[in-house]
């Protein structure tokens, strides 16, 4: 299984970026998907997440200005950022759990994309 991240840049603050993550090989199910990001010299952090049934939680950092989505025919999430702000400046990294066969679930990273808001 290989998740690819995509989508990220350099943006002037209050611009809008849209982040992609593809999962692929072998896929039997998808459980929560989710983005989260670490910048420089801080801890990796939850940006939002959704269910398998479409249900969001978004950090409060986040809320109103970025919008988890998914789409399972695609096997992709994505994550729709709008009034970026220069703290929004980032390695975002996309997860995923993923059921391969089996009784269990396992989660996958996807390999980060910058994303840069400049003031």
């Known amino acids: 299984v290989q998740l690819q991240a995509s989508g990220g840049g350099l943006v002037q603050a209050g611009g809008s970026l849209r982040l992609s993550c593809a999962a692929s090989?072998?896929?039997?199910?998808?459980?929560?998907l989710g983005w989260y990001r670490q910048a420089p010299g801080k801890q990796r952090e939850l940006v939002a997440t959704?269910?398998?049934?479409?249900?969001?939680n978004h950090a409060n950092s986040v809320k109103g200005r970025f919008t988890i989505s998914r789409d399972n025919a695609k096997n992709t999430v994505y994550l729709q950022m709008n009034s970026l702000k220069p703290e929004d400046t980032a390695v975002y990294y996309c997860?995923?759990?993923?059921?391969?066969?089996?009784?269990?679930?396992?989660?996958?990273w996807g390999q980060g994309t910058q994303v840069t808001v400049s003031s």
């Open positions: 997860m995923a759990t993923i059921n391969s066969g089996g009784y269990y679930y396992t989660d996958y």
């Open positions: 959704i269910t398998s049934v479409g249900s969001t």
């Open positions: 090989g072998r896929i039997f199910s998808i459980g929560a």
